[in-house]
């Protein structure tokens, strides 16, 4: 269960550092937020390792 939360906040806090990275997000605060945990939570194997890559060399 711990292990499941901790996927879901690095999945949420990846999908801000690649896929959304530099964009405007026009929509309510509900909706950003649930795009956000489902693309996390469904790509988050490959966005996870991705922005901590990103987080460590830069661009």
Do not use: C, D, E, H
């Amino acid at each position: 269960m711990i292990l499941l939360i901790i996927y879901g906040i690095l999945g949420y806090w990846a999908v801000g550092q690649t896929i959304w990275a530099n964009r405007i997000v026009f929509g309510s605060w509900s909706a950003i937020f649930l795009q956000r945990i489902l693309l996390g939570g469904v790509f988050g194997i490959v966005l996870i390792p991705w922005a901590i890559l990103k987080l460590i060399f830069g661009r």
